[in-house]
């Protein structure tokens, strides 16, 4: 059984860091997507970003550019978002999401995340980000 667990979520400055972590287990699968979308209170999902196992390439959205970053380690199946230079808008709860890839198709489910917040095969329960003005 696949299985996302985040942590790292919190109470935060606007301006200061947060640093998400999210373990993924249950597969052994050759490539993979693996992301972030988050959900704000009364408002729809937002993809934020994601990595591609077969090649590293990275995804971001607009909102997010320059402020994240994702990071992998394939061997341990973990991926980590580093948060800079938090905004109140960034509040949200925060999913770590999985997918499968065939024939080479990273970019594409990536790209999917990232415009849609969807597109994906998994997600976890999510950790909760509080940034305050």
């Known amino acids: 059984e696949v299985q996302l ?7 935060v400055q606007a301006g200061g860091s947060l ?8 597969f052994a699968w050759d490539d993979y ?12 999902r937002e993809g934020v970003s994601c990595i591609s196992s077969s090649d ?5 959205a607009d909102s997010v ?18 948060m800079n230079s938090l905004k109140p808008e ?4 925060y999913y770590c999401t999985l997918g499968r890839v065939f024939y080479n198709s990273g970019s594409y489910r990536c790209s999917s ?13 999510g950790t909760l980000v509080t940034v305050s003005s």
Do not use: H
Not at 19 to 26: D, N, T
Not at 33 to 44: S, T
Not at 56 to 60: A, L, R, V
């Open 5 to 11: 667990v985040e942590s790292g979520g919190g109470l």
């Open 19 to 26: 640093r998400l972590s999210c373990a993924a287990s249950g």
């Open 33 to 44: 997507a693996i992301g972030w979308f988050r959900q704000a209170p009364g408002k729809e």
């Open 56 to 60: 590293g390439t990275t995804y971001y």
């Open 65 to 82: 550019k320059g402020r994240f970053a994702i990071s992998s380690d394939n061997a341990k199946n973990t991926v980590d978002l580093q």
């Open 90 to 93: 960034d509040t949200a709860v």
């Open 113 to 125: 995340l990232v415009r849609t917040a969807d597109g994906m095969d998994y997600r976890g329960k």
